[in-house]
């Protein structure tokens, strides 16, 4: 079946660090995969995305690259903030037919000053 | 104000109650949804509704039921409520105009069973 797996949280690190997420995923076809943020008490933001294989979601410093030889889909971000603290999901989607995203099971990000 | 807005935000019900949670938005998107999160798990997919008289189960609807009252308003009814149901529950709103993969949040509403 189509699944996300994500690393186990949680993730510390003091302000200025660099940041990997690990994601991988399984689907059939040809997935979209996106990056989810949760700040606290709030609901899930979309982060970044990428639609096809090689493509580079950005926004806000984060980054992350579309490898199909791989199935990963890895969140980076160069020099964390106390800000950036949240729970990352990753997701995917199917093309064709309606949309139904399919997320991770969450990384929590604590970023220390 | 917010575009999706969830009531009531916290909720503690006993076993065997029956329990609404609301949903409204007001972004004019047909498409709405409803998750719910548990920790180590991420979100599921209850119920989703791609216009008023389009209701499709998700991957555990069981337990559940939803009513799409108007295009701004989705409702998640829990018959009789059960403890393995504590969880943080999360409406979401797309539009396929522009993009269904992504979805607007509310805040979310924690619900207990005791």
């Known amino acids: 079946g189509n699944s996300v797996t994500q690393m186990e949280g949680p993730v510390t690190l003091s302000e200025e660090a660099f940041l990997t997420i690990n994601c991988t995923y399984t689907a059939t076809g040809y997935p979209s995969l996106f990056w989810y943020v949760q700040y606290p008490g709030e609901g899930l933001q979309l982060l970044l995305k990428?639609?096809?294989?090689?493509d580079k979601g950005s926004n806000k410093g984060f980054e992350a690259t579309y490898r199909k030889e791989t199935t990963s889909f890895h969140l980076e971000k160069g020099s964390v903030q106390v800000s950036d603290s949240a729970v990352y999901f990753c997701?995917?989607?199917?093309?064709?037919?309606?949309?139904?995203?399919?997320f991770g099971a969450g990384t929590r990000l604590a970023v220390h000053p | 104000d917010a575009d999706v807005t969830q009531t009531p935000r916290n909720r503690i019900t006993k076993t065997g109650k029956r329990i609404m949670l609301e949903c409204s938005q007001t972004?004019?998107?047909?498409?709405m949804y409803w998750y719910r999160q548990d920790p180590g798990l991420g979100l599921r997919l209850i119920y989703y509704?791609?216009?008023?008289?389009?209701?499709n189960k998700g991957e555990i609807s069981d337990g559940y039921s939803v009513s799409r009252q108007a295009q701004a308003k989705f409702s998640l009814s829990l018959e009789s409520a059960i403890p393995n149901q504590t969880a943080l529950y999360f409406c979401?709103?797309?539009?396929?105009?522009?993009?269904?993969?992504?979805?607007?949040f509310g805040s979310g509403t924690q619900l207990s069973v005791l």
């Open positions: 997701a995917l989607t199917l093309s064709g037919g309606y949309n139904k995203l399919i």
């Open positions: 990428a639609t096809k294989a090689d």
């Open positions: 979401a709103t797309s539009d396929p105009g522009t993009g269904s993969e992504k979805l607007f």
């Open positions: 972004k004019g998107h047909d498409r």
């Open positions: 509704s791609f216009d008023v008289k389009d209701i």
